[in-house]
């Protein structure tokens, strides 16, 4: 995996509109169907639809009239076909259950005046879940399907007698991404006058779903045969929906501020296939292809930033991004760049960056004489951090450093920000090692608290030593360090974890 070259790369956000515990809104895996199609995906929320969702649970989900497009094999020829996908999830997980079960419909309708090379198609899952911990196991079962598929004329209807569609996903909810991994495998018989088609098709399924990045990605593998011929075949669909933040300079002479950024919401959709065995009769025919889907972006603008007395300071940018996305608060002239962010403070950012939810200290009063207990004496309710802390410490980013304290006003240090980061990307498992050490030059310096998770950092390269090949890990961080950390993980996120679930298992770069 490529490193990007910074000292720290750490962290993804959004904005404080997310502080008040409002649940991320996050991609499920299957909004593309399961059929090796790709849709034009759904967009990220606006930072201001999540703060008008005001953290209502959403138990029933539709995403409607959705551009798809899917490679059809059934003619021998490699075809494209179109619709409008819809998918709508009647139910969900319950937060307070460890299993359930609820249904799923995807739907794919013929566009308006489309006259060829068009699906219709209607299936059911019945779908049944369990969590374990974190984890979530769904298994898909069709319970009805009907389909008919025109290709140039032709049309190819299922045989709704003889079928089979199934899909199993575990789910990894870690405290800033949702991490997928799936198998289906697939049965079915479609018929054209009196010729039959024999399909079956096996794959798998892969995706991540965060506040910056969503990306699924399907390997699936089909079989078509015939009185006459087979065919078999490889198709790679994968959908991201990325926001990223751009800086658009103001062009009139007169207006108040000189720019701002805004968030950029776009989507990349490419499916490509590979012909593994061309019939015979089809010599000649090109054995792979490739198609995409091209979405408008959607903007918005976020306040601007008056960083003018930081101009010349290496961390400007990252500090004006942070005010801007809303992630440090307070007057920008007093954010101090060159001193050392405090514990509490680093906590607050990384919370708000990954949408965690909060709870706000309880305001009834306890019983009389009844004993009050804190998780740490030194974080109390009247402190602004402490929702944060301890939403951190739940989660299982970010633990005390002793004696039962948490010193929220205490600087950081730079193992401590990394531990927290990969802890928040619950990546710490990449650092597991029979050794128990790390490639740095001051292995001997790190704590073994922290050595795993340092170990994973530097596997997937979002920590970069020094020319010694030190990584310093008790110096303190600054806040103009801190600032930099987190708008580089935002990057790590949108660029680097995208790839690795893109093109890394497709071949192909959008």
């Known amino acids: 995996m490529k490193k990007i070259k910074k000292t720290w790369l750490i962290a993804f956000a959004l904005c404080a509109l997310f502080i008040f515990g409002i649940p991320a809104v996050l991609a499920e895996a299957g909004d593309i169907g399961f059929f090796g199609g790709i849709s034009e995906g759904t967009r990220l929320p606006l930072s201001t639809d999540i703060l008008i969702q005001n953290g209502k649970k959403i138990t029933n989900r539709t995403l409607t009239n959705l551009t798809y497009k899917e490679i059809v094999f059934l003619d021998g020829v490699p075809k494209e076909v179109s619709g409008l996908l819809t998918v709508k999830q009647q139910g969900d997980i319950a937060d307070t259950a460890t299993y359930g079960s609820y249904k799923v419909t995807y739907t794919v309708a013929r566009a308006p005046g489309a006259t060829t090379n068009f699906i219709q198609r209607s299936i059911v899952f019945n779908v049944t879940w369990r969590r374990e911990g974190t984890q979530v196991v769904k298994n898909y079962v069709a319970t009805s399907w009907t389909e008919t598929i025109n290709v140039e004329g032709t049309t190819f209807t299922l045989s709704t007698a003889d079928y089979s569609f199934t899909v199993s996903l575990l789910e990894d909810n870690t405290p800033g991404v ?90 990349e959709s490419g499916l490509a296939y590979t012909i593994f065995n061309i019939p015979a009769k089809f010599t000649g025919m090109a054995d792979s292809g490739f198609a995409n889907i091209t979405t408008p972006n959607t903007f918005e603008q976020l306040p601007f930033v008056n960083v003018s007395e930081y101009a010349g300071h290496p961390s400007a940018r990252d500090i004006e991004k942070l005010f801007a996305m809303g992630m440090a608060t307070g007057p920008v002239n007093q954010y101090k760049p060159n001193q050392a962010i405090r514990r509490g403070d680093f906590v607050t950012m990384l919370v708000k960056a990954i949408k965690l939810p909060i709870e706000k ?23 602004a951090d402490y929702p944060y802390i301890m939403a951190a410490y739940k989660a299982g980013i970010a633990g005390g450093r002793g004696l039962g304290q948490f010193y929220p006003d205490h600087a950081l240090q ?55 090949g030190n990584v310093n890990p008790k110096t303190t961080v600054s806040k103009g360090e801190a600032a930099a950390i987190i708008n580089g993980f935002i990057e790590y996120m949108r660029i680097e974890l995208k790839a690795d679930y893109a093109e890394h298992i497709v071949g192909y770069v959008y």
């Open 178 to 267: 949702v991490y997928t991994r799936g198998d289906m495998s697939v049965k079915a018989t479609y018929t054209n006058g009196a010729t039959r088609y024999s399909y079956t098709g096996i794959g798998e399924i892969y995706g991540f779903s965060s506040a910056w990045a969503n990306t699924e990605t399907h390997r699936l593998n089909g079989r078509i045969e015939t009185d006459e011929w087979q065919m078999s075949y490889q198709v790679r669909p994968s959908v991201s929906v990325l926001k990223t933040l751009q800086y658009s300079k103001s062009e009139p002479t007169l207006i108040s501020f000189d720019g701002n950024y805004k968030e950029v919401s776009y989507n």
């Open 414 to 468: 730079r193992d401590e920000a990394i531990f927290m980061i990969v802890r928040a990307m619950g990546l710490s498992g990449l650092g597991l090692t029979p050794t128990n050490a790390t490639p740095f030059a001051d292995d001997a310096d790190i704590a073994d608290w922290a050595k795993k998770e340092l170990y994973a950092a530097a596997q997937i390269g979002i920590i970069v030593p020094d020319a010694n």
């Open 361 to 383: 200290p309880s305001t009834k009063k306890p019983a009389k004489n009844a004993p009050v207990v804190f998780t740490f004496p030194d974080v109390l309710p009247e402190r």
